[in-house]
């Protein structure tokens, strides 16, 4: 039941390798309990079951390197150049389709667009390493699971530095079995509709989050494109006039930026889908960043959240609901 | 499986403490068990109600889709001028159906019926337009593992959240497809003259009504020409934005897209729904900073 795991060579320290700190432990021990629910979500724990015996939290913060030129890693500068550093699943080279002409050397003949494995990395590091501080917390409480979980995550003032920020209520199910390997369950829901999702026959047993990075080098078409320009050479990928290559007007997509937004979207999803084990993503929320760096070069990043969902009773659909009208 | 009245959400019954205390039960005896794991497994965007108002009729999602598109516009198209301003009307165009395209190609390639509630984000830029959509997959449950082919022709994509999607294939239609319109107009600058008359007056500026207009047509013309293609009876939940754009205030931009129906083949039904009058209290709200106050009065 393994939830957003940090890369293995991930090198994080601190509490999630050492324990709790000594003040935390003394907290948990308490006799009262805490926790962020309402009190909505509260009554309807109680009412499925589930006892809160704590707020647990984890914290991490990461330092964003640089990765273009004068990095010691080389990263940006020159795409092929040699590394030992994995470098992703997704590549596309773009080549200038100019050949007939003699150009400077501003005309960019090439461009490419690549996953950045080591931004996906750093993130997941990052996001990994507060989570499983949070469950270490659960587990120190005795918890069956971590519910209404939600994270934070922000720049520290205008620095290279991320914060994460976990936290959710760690439960006890009132007469029920500790989870497989005593590692709590985990999930965003809370309340009633972590109720209406037991009802529905689904088991929460994980928390899912990913980021991916792609980054945009434009090659001269795309450099055009993206400034303004309106014709341009086109190669007829079909229909009769396939593979000749011809001088067009007006709008046209981007095909290198459009492919890069697809990559980025496709990759989060297969990384997602990664730590599903078999099974579902429930209330995915996917969102996207873009950083236009000038001249069509970007950087398109895509987070996607959700809780993994395993069906645990035969399917049994409701009746078609009722359609009302209030009166007021 | 449910019991009890209507809950504050129209349509959804509230379950029984004990049945909900039985399956957390249940779910906790399951995850006791060690599984091995396998490879994969299906994504989807949707809430709890939503699922199980797509399970009541049938229906469950497959996987989250999206499909993605910029276009180029170019910087002259927002010069002064008169009349649609063309290039970036073809811009929002080919950056909207590619988009849909991509979106419409995933669902297939799942094997999914059609997208729901898909989320539209659209970016109108000086040099490009983007347009970002975002969706889950769905199919009949009894169908699972069949291609789209053999049943619709092409899976369809609709804005429609899911709860939407079940009431409306409830009242006997059924989506076929996003139709989307939208035009760029130039405001027509005023003569000196007629600057200079209107100067200091409250008087209606007749160029930027009549761009509105020109655009408004245009793009709702469009729109419903969309509709036709897709050989839909009618478009629904309408959504429309319009204004200046920021770059360029002379510019009036209108955009709208919608939900193309069809009637399913027993036509339309009549949905009678149930009045109810709930018999809460009505809440009171408690103002602690009141009792501060001379005479403390509480709100209701």
Redesign the interface.
């Known amino acids: 039941?393994t939830g957003v795991t940090p890369p293995p060579a991930s090198g994080a320290v601190g509490p999630a390798d050492a324990g709790l700190p000594e003040a935390a432990e003394r907290r948990l021990q308490s006799d009262a309990f805490s926790s962020h629910l309402t009190i909505p979500d509260f009554g309807a724990c109680l009412?499925?079951?589930?006892r809160p015996v704590g707020l647990v939290q984890g914290f991490c913060t990461m330092q964003w390197a640089w990765y273009g030129a004068g990095s010691p890693y080389l990263r940006g500068l020159n795409p092929w150049a040699p590394s030992n550093q994995y470098r992703g699943i997704y590549s596309e080279s773009y080549q200038c389709p100019h050949a007939i002409y003699t150009y400077s050397n501003e005309h960019r003949t090439w461009g490419q667009n690549y996953e950045q494995p080591w931004v996906e990395e750093a993130w997941t590091q990052g996001y990994g390493a507060a989570f499983e501080r949070m469950v270490t917390e659960a587990v120190d409480l005795g918890a069956?699971g971590v519910i209404g979980i939600s994270h934070r995550i922000h720049h520290l003032s205008d620095t290279p530095v991320t914060e994460f920020h976990l936290l959710g209520t760690a439960v006890v199910?009132e007469?029920?079995?500790?989870?497989?390997?005593g590692r709590p369950?985990t999930t965003f829901?809370s309340g009633q509709?972590l109720?209406?999702?037991?009802?529905?026959?689904?088991?929460?047993?994980s928390v899912a989050a990913a980021l991916s990075s792609v980054r945009v080098w434009a090659y001269c078409v795309t450099e055009f494109?993206?400034?303004?320009?309106?014709a341009s050479w086109v190669t007829q990928y079909s229909g009769r006039q396939m593979g000749q290559t011809q001088w067009t007007y007006?709008?046209?997509?981007?095909e290198q930026?459009?492919s890069a937004?697809?990559a980025a979207?496709d990759l989060v999803?297969r990384a997602?889908?990664?730590q599903?084990?078999?099974?579902?993503?429930?209330?995915?929320?996917?969102d996207?960043v873009?950083r236009e760096l000038g001249s069509g070069d970007s950087v398109i990043e895509c987070t996607?959240f959700?809780t993994?969902v395993?069906r645990?009773?035969d399917?049994?659909?409701?009746?078609?609901?009722?359609?009302?009208?209030?009166?007021? | 499986?449910?019991d009890g009245g209507?809950s504050g959400a129209?349509?959804?019954?509230v379950?029984r403490?004990q049945?909900?205390?039985a399956?957390?039960?249940?779910?906790?005896?399951?995850?006791?068990?060690?599984?091995p794991?396998?490879?994969?497994?299906?994504?989807?965007?949707?809430?709890?109600?939503e699922?199980?108002?797509l399970?009541?009729?049938?229906w469950e999602p497959v996987d989250?889709v999206?499909?993605?598109?910029?276009?180029?516009?170019?910087?002259?198209?927002w010069g002064w001028g008169q009349g649609e301003i063309v290039?970036?009307s073809?811009?929002w165009d080919?950056?909207f159906r590619?988009a849909l395209h991509?979106l419409v190609g995933e669902c297939a390639r799942v094997d999914g019926f059609g997208v729901v509630g898909v989320q539209i984000d659209t970016e109108i830029e000086?040099?490009?337009t983007?347009v970002?959509l975002?969706g889950t997959a769905v199919r009949p449950?009894a169908k699972a593992g069949q291609k789209v082919a053999q049943q619709l022709g092409r899976p369809f994509a609709s804005d429609l959240s899911a709860r939407d999607y079940?009431?409306l294939v409830?009242t006997g239609w059924r989506p076929v497809g996003l139709a989307f319109g939208a035009s760029f107009v130039n405001v027509p600058r005023r003569s000196v003259s007629t600057t200079i008359s209107q100067k200091g007056q409250n008087v209606e500026l007749t160029n930027f009504t009549e761009a509105m207009y020109t655009a408004r047509e245009a793009a709702m013309s469009r729109l419903q020409d969309s509709a036709v293609s897709m050989d839909a009876g009618g478009i629904v939940d309408v959504s429309i934005s319009e204004g200046p754009m920021v770059f360029a205030r002379h510019a009036i931009g209108f955009t709208a897209w919608g939900t193309a129906i069809v009637p399913g083949p027993e036509g339309h039904r009549h949905?009678?729904?149930?009045?109810?009058?709930?018999l809460d209290d009505l809440q009171v709200t408690f103002q602690a900073t009141a009792l501060r106050q001379q005479g403390g009065e509480v709100e209701s």
């Open positions: 039941m009412n499925m079951g589930l069956h199910v007469g029920g079995p500790a989870p497989s390997g369950w829901l509709r109720g209406k999702l037991f009802e529905a026959g689904f088991a929460p047993v494109l993206m400034e303004g320009g309106t007006g709008p046209r997509e981007v930026v459009s937004h697809m979207r999803r997602v889908r990664n599903l084990g078999g099974d579902t993503l429930h209330g995915a929320s996917i996207m873009k996607l959700g993994r395993r645990f009773k399917f049994d659909p409701m009746a078609p609901p009722t359609p009302t009208v209030r009166l007021s | 499986m449910t209507p129209p349509g959804l019954a379950p403490g049945s909900w205390r399956d957390v039960l249940l779910a906790a005896q399951a995850l006791a068990r060690p599984v794991e396998a490879q994969g497994g299906a994504t989807s965007d949707l809430s709890v109600d699922v199980l108002l399970h009541s009729i049938g989250l999206f499909g993605s598109s910029v276009a180029s516009t170019p910087p002259a198209a290039v970036a073809e811009s080919i950056a590619g991509r000086r040099l490009h983007d970002e975002v449950i079940a009431l409830q949905l009678e729904p149930k009045m109810v009058l709930p």
